[in-house]
């Protein structure tokens, strides 16, 4: 069984002042096996950051099934949501003021949600230190933030994420400001932490290359899956060719490959063996075959 399953999720944000409904998710499905480690990547507004909100219990769904573990998001109140949030999901976001208190040193960030849960000081202690070491900080564990590199301000932020042991890590562009060698060194610390901890983890982002750091690469675009694959398959997103079928029979194609055809238009589907193929004809081509054709003349 998957450790997150997801079937028809819709999010639609509504402005109550100008009564204006915009969907964000039109029909999510999406399955991530526990100890997974895998990217969504699609443009800005495609609804990647939406989709990690929900799953992190931050924004309510608007219809559809959601679980994690044996958690159904869909039918979580608030308070349960709240309680789901503390408890098994760690968070990582682009801007590091979202991860760390600015006014307290490193190891004193990593401590604070454990001290929220109650856990006993020696264990917190121990626990802040394994962390720190593991993400190459244990020299500067005394250091506030401001006395840290970028790239060692987000390593500080993914020991915070993983203090108090979640069952899932999201990313939200963690990489978004560092530069490419920095960006590099924070995904392996990732990688490393999401083995050693058995954790899964889902990453948001728009770079392919971070995408490739992770087990499996899955494209949104406009509020739905268009495609997915093993980032081992891929040199390029357009190598991507596997799609999910849903329940209603829908497809969403990859972008690469919508942007061949000819849309609203049909699409012909052929039977062969176990194979099934969706193919169009060119306008070109089409045009042509409706041309009356042109009688010889006989000579005389």
């Known amino acids: 069984m998957s450790f997150i399953e997801i079937r028809d999720l819709i999010k639609i944000y509504k402005s109550h002042e100008y009564s204006i409904r915009v969907p964000a998710l039109r029909g999510i499905e999406l399955d991530v096996k526990e100890g997974e480690f895998i990217s969504i990547i699609g443009p800005s507004g495609s609804g990647k950051t939406t989709l990690l909100l929900v799953l992190a219990g931050m924004a309510e769904p608007s219809a559809g099934y959601i679980r994690v573990g044996d958690i159904r998001l869909d039918q979580l109140s608030e308070d349960d949501r709240s309680s789901y949030r503390r408890h098994k999901v760690g968070t990582l976001w682009q801007i590091p003021n979202r991860n760390l208190i600015?006014?307290?040193?490193?190891?004193?960030?990593?401590?604070?949600p454990m001290r929220l849960l109650g856990i006993p000081r020696e264990e917190r202690i121990k626990r802040a230190k394994e962390l720190l070491s593991e993400v190459g900080l244990s020299k500067r564990m005394n250091h506030k933030p401001q006395q840290l590199s970028g790239g060692e301000v987000q390593r500080a932020g993914l020991a915070c994420a993983l203090a108090h042991q979640p069952s899932l890590l999201l990313a939200d562009e963690p990489t978004g400001e560092l530069d490419s060698k920095t960006a590099g060194d924070l995904l392996k610390y990732f990688k490393h932490l999401n083995d050693a901890h058995g954790i899964t983890a889902i990453m948001v982002t728009h770079d392919f290359d971070v995408?490739?750091?992770?087990?499996r690469l899955i494209q949104i675009v406009d509020g739905r899956i268009s495609g997915y694959s093993p980032t081992a398959d891929?040199?390029?997103i357009r190598d991507m060719h596997q799609v999910y079928l849903d329940t209603y029979g829908t497809i969403q194609l990859p972008r690469h490959i919508v942007e061949k055809m000819q849309t609203h238009r049909e699409v012909t589907i052929e039977e062969e063996d176990d194979k099934i193929y969706l193919s169009q004809e060119s306008l070109t081509k089409e045009a042509s075959s409706r041309e009356p054709k042109k009688k010889k003349s006989k000579k005389k």
């Open 234 to 236: 891929l040199k390029t």
């Open 211 to 215: 995408a490739k750091a992770t087990d």
């Open 102 to 112: 600015w006014e307290i040193n490193i190891f004193e960030n990593v401590e604070i």
